[in-house]
């Protein structure tokens, strides 16, 4: 079996690094972070998806080994980089990926694959990674080693489609990269999806990603119009997916978070201006409406106090959910913590309960983390459900509190008066 090396251990890298391991390879878990590879080598997941004996059995059986130590890169057959891909005053930073490639660059022998997985614009692998690879290597793309790309759709929390079940993208510079890079992932994922180009999968990451915004955003803009229209958007939206065709359902929220909706349709607005010096409006307009949600949140929360006679000022509110979205524990870019920004900022005394979110995660200073528990319900003037993880006790919630704000449309409705969508 070859030697896999896997640079970047986070919520993508870890799960495709273990299960190149469970296929047989011998593989290198490489990430710059020590006290992350720390944890690792010691079977302390961070990542939900892979279980603590999932890991520890890899470990024990010597197919996976966590490590930040270059020198563990040597004679590696495959390489997949799988690092962040954030934005920098608004604008890709590839940094991350420089930095990958030209120390994977100090390893490249003949007959090796380096994969690029880190979502980014068209181009990267051609335009960006392979001139790196090829000057500090001295050698040649597609001649003597083999390139190419493949797009990650993990879907943390998601318990049917995990990396094996969920078709993969990828692509080759050449045919014979084509072949090593499905070749890899064929011991991997039940399907594999071969691309014509490393451009055409990188695109197509983009297209998933800014669909699921546009769309989100649609239904989001109708969501505060339809409250003025007294129509429940929520019923509507149940209402339009009864057709069988045509039509793909999306549902309200307080916004969008994580890695990947509040940033990479932005990659791919940068280049389309960058390129042909035009605006892609679409993903312009769906930033503005899902950045807006938030706002939009305390605007309804400001209202049912208001009916109330209280203020946000004073009260103390429960906050429900702190990841971006259920049964995940990832609260980067999460709308939350937007939420509690503002409604800190309004004077309320906030507490939020999220047992998915590490207590380290910062959450914003003033905001007190606590246990769902009724006395926590019971004690608040108002509750926000912002994130519907599965193991919320629900009908405690809906019967202890003396007001929700649900905007995920999970609890029980029979509770006249005191529950609300959003
Ligand atoms: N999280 C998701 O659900 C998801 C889904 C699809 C695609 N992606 C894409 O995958 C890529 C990685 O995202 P993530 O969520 O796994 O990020 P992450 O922050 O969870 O993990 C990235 C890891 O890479 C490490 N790292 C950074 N620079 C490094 C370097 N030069 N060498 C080695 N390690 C380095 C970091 O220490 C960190 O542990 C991004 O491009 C993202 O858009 C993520």
């Given at each position: 079996?070859?030697?896999?090396?896997?640079?970047?251990?986070?919520?993508?890298?870890?799960?495709?690094?273990?299960?190149?391991?469970?296929?047989?390879?011998?593989?290198?878990?490489?990430?710059?972070?020590?006290?992350?590879?720390?944890?690792?080598?010691?079977?302390?997941?961070?990542?939900?998806?892979?279980?603590?004996?999932?890991?520890?059995?890899?470990?024990?059986?010597?197919?996976?080994?966590?490590?930040?130590?270059?020198?563990?890169?040597?004679?590696?057959?495959?390489?997949?980089?799988?690092?962040?891909?954030?934005?920098?005053?608004?604008?890709?930073?590839?940094?991350?990926?420089e930095s990958a490639a030209r120390m994977?660059a100090r390893?490249?022998?003949?007959?090796?694959?380096?994969?690029?997985?880190?979502?980014?614009?068209?181009?990267?692998?051609?335009?960006?990674?392979?001139?790196l690879?090829?000057?500090v290597?001295?050698?040649?793309?597609?001649?003597?080693?083999?390139?190419?790309?493949?797009?990650?759709?993990?879907?943390?929390?998601?318990?049917?489609?995990?990396?094996?079940?969920?078709?993969?993208?990828?692509?080759?510079?050449?045919?014979?990269?084509?072949?090593?890079?499905?070749?890899?992932?064929?011991?991997?994922?039940?399907?594999?999806?071969?691309?014509?180009?490393?451009?055409?999968?990188?695109?197509?990451?983009?297209?998933?990603?800014?669909?699921?915004?546009?769309?989100?955003?649609?239904?989001?803009?109708?969501?505060?119009?339809?409250?003025?229209?007294?129509?429940?958007?929520?019923?509507?939206?149940?209402?339009?997916?009864?057709?069988?065709?045509?039509?793909?359902?999306?549902?309200?929220?307080?916004?969008?978070?994580?890695?990947?909706?509040?940033?990479?349709?932005?990659?791919?607005?940068?280049?389309?201006?960058?390129?042909?010096?035009?605006?892609?409006?679409?993903?312009?307009?769906?930033?503005?409406?899902?950045?807006?949600?938030?706002?939009?949140?305390?605007?309804?929360?400001?209202?049912?106090?208001?009916?109330?006679?209280?203020?946000?000022?004073?009260?103390?509110?429960?906050?429900?959910?702190?990841?971006?979205?259920?049964?995940?524990?990832?609260?980067?870019?999460?709308?939350?913590?937007?939420?509690?920004?503002?409604?800190?900022?309004?004077?309320?005394?906030?507490?939020?309960?999220?047992?998915?979110?590490?207590?380290?995660?910062?959450?914003?200073?003033?905001?007190?983390?606590?246990?769902?528990?009724?006395?926590?319900?019971?004690?608040?003037?108002?509750?926000?459900?912002?994130?519907?993880?599965?193991?919320?006790?629900?009908?405690?919630?809906?019967?202890?509190?003396?007001?929700?704000?649900?905007?995920?449309?999970?609890?029980?409705?029979?509770?006249?008066?005191?529950?609300?969508?959003?």
């Amino acid at each position: 079996m070859s030697r896999a090396v896997i640079v970047g251990q986070g919520y993508a890298g870890l799960p495709l690094a273990v299960a190149a391991a469970r296929a047989g390879h011998t593989t290198i878990g490489f990430d710059v972070d020590a006290e992350r590879v720390r944890r690792l080598a010691a079977g302390d997941s961070h990542i939900e998806d892979v279980t603590a004996d999932t890991l520890r059995d890899v470990l024990a059986n010597g197919t996976y080994r966590p490590s930040s130590d270059e020198a563990d890169l040597a004679d590696f057959d495959v390489a997949v980089i799988i690092v962040p891909t954030p934005l920098s005053e608004g604008s890709p930073d590839l940094s991350h990926i420089e930095s990958a490639a030209r120390m994977l660059a100090r390893h490249l022998r003949p007959g090796a694959t380096v994969i690029l997985e880190s979502t980014t614009y068209p181009g990267t692998t051609d335009d960006f990674v392979r001139p790196l690879l090829e000057e500090v290597s001295g050698l040649t793309a597609g001649a003597d080693f083999h390139l190419g790309y493949s797009s990650e759709r993990i879907d943390p929390g998601n318990k049917t489609w995990g990396l094996k079940e969920t078709p993969k993208v990828m692509a080759g510079i050449s045919d014979k990269s084509a072949e090593m890079v499905r070749d890899f992932y064929a011991q991997i994922v039940d399907t594999p999806v071969l691309v014509s180009s490393p451009r055409v999968a990188e695109l197509s990451k983009l297209i998933e990603n800014t669909f699921r915004h546009v769309n989100i955003a649609l239904v989001n803009e109708l969501a505060m119009y339809a409250d003025s229209l007294d129509v429940d958007i929520w019923e509507a939206v149940d209402a339009a997916s009864s057709k069988p065709f045509g039509f793909m359902r999306f549902t309200p929220g307080p916004g969008v978070g994580g890695h990947c909706l509040p940033i990479d349709p932005v990659y791919l607005s940068w280049q389309v201006e960058r390129t042909v010096g035009r605006l892609f409006r679409f993903v312009e307009l769906a930033n503005h409406i899902n950045g807006h949600m938030p706002q939009y949140v305390v605007q309804r929360l400001m209202t049912a106090m208001n009916a109330r006679r209280r203020t946000i000022n004073g009260s103390r509110i429960l906050l429900l959910g702190l990841a971006y979205k259920a049964n995940t524990g990832d609260a980067r870019e999460s709308p939350a913590l937007r939420v509690a920004e503002l409604l800190l900022e309004l004077g309320a005394e906030l507490h939020a309960a999220d047992p998915h979110v590490s207590e380290s995660h910062p959450v914003g200073d003033g905001v007190v983390r606590v246990e769902l528990t009724a006395e926590e319900v019971e004690r608040a003037d108002a509750v926000v459900l912002l994130t519907d993880h599965d193991d919320f006790d629900y009908d405690l919630i809906a019967w202890k509190a003396a007001y929700v704000l649900d905007c995920r449309r999970r609890l029980p409705r029979d509770r006249a008066g005191n529950v609300e969508l959003l």
